[in-house]
């Protein structure tokens, strides 16, 4: 299976801020890989797919970049409505597999 | 607007099956261009894929639950189902089911709320 590390496993910020979160896959997945948004008591939402593009109706201080085994989301300015947990995950190989998740907490 | 509820039992005994349904509306679940995903996350977890259901009937589950999952179709209600053998306490989850437009390329894009399900 293909592992993904997230990193950090969790981040401490302020609205306003830059968020940066990377995902690290144990092989090489193309542009294979998608970012989601959880919050607590709910079901993922999808942010990003193939690497960097943003699903619609996601606001565009949301941006995701990589390929192969290195991928990056980022929010450019973090909002009160940001603060939750974010998740990758590759399409590349069967079984899919998740990011162990990071999140993003107030400080 | 495609909306996808999952149902079934909140509550499972150790070594029973536990049995999902995820009802698709808005959207044929026999349309090509889509497969039909579970996942499930542990209490205070990560989530975990559980296997797919193409277009054609064919399924894929994940190999870490063995020979334990079960996915089938009923596209006549536009349903489809997962069942799980065998539980053990490690199987109590939040259980999702999703949608997945192409390959896998364009992510799960429609997720649906979410059942609990507890072995115990």
């Known amino acids: 299976d293909i592992q993904l590390t997230q990193s950090p496993s969790s981040v401490s910020a302020s609205v306003g801020d830059r968020v940066t979160i990377t995902c690290r896959a144990s092989?090489?997945?193309?542009?294979?890989l998608a970012w989601y948004q959880q919050k607590p008591g709910k079901a993922p939402r999808l942010l990003i797919y193939?690497?960097?593009t943003l699903q619609s109706g996601v606001p565009s201080r949301f941006s995701g970049s990589g390929s192969s085994t290195d991928f990056t989301l980022t929010i450019s300015s973090l909002r009160p409505e940001d603060f939750a947990t974010y998740y990758c995950?590759?399409?590349?190989?069967?079984?899919?597999?998740f990011g162990q998740g990071t999140k993003v907490e107030m400080k | 607007q495609v909306h996808l509820q999952e149902s079934g039992p909140g509550l499972a005994k150790p070594s029973e099956t536990l049995s999902l349904t995820c009802t698709v509306s808005?959207?044929?679940?026999?349309?090509?261009?889509?497969?039909w995903d579970w996942i499930r996350q542990p209490p205070g977890k990560g989530l975990e894929w559980i296997g797919k259901l193409y277009s054609s009937g064919t399924t894929y589950h994940n190999p870490s639950l063995k020979s334990r999952v079960t996915i089938s179709v009923d596209t006549s209600q536009n349903q489809f189902s997962l069942k799980l053998s065998s539980v053990t306490a490690a199987d109590t989850a939040v259980y999702y089911c999703?949608?997945?437009?192409?390959?896998?390329?364009?992510?799960?894009?429609?997720w649906g709320q979410g059942t609990t399900v507890t072995v115990s």
């Open positions: 193939a690497a960097s």
């Open positions: 092989q090489g997945i193309s542009s294979w």
């Open positions: 995950q590759q399409a590349n190989t069967l079984p899919w597999t």
């Open positions: 808005g959207d044929s679940i026999s349309s090509s261009i889509f497969s």
């Open positions: 999703a949608r997945v437009p192409g390959g896998g390329e364009f992510g799960m894009d429609v």
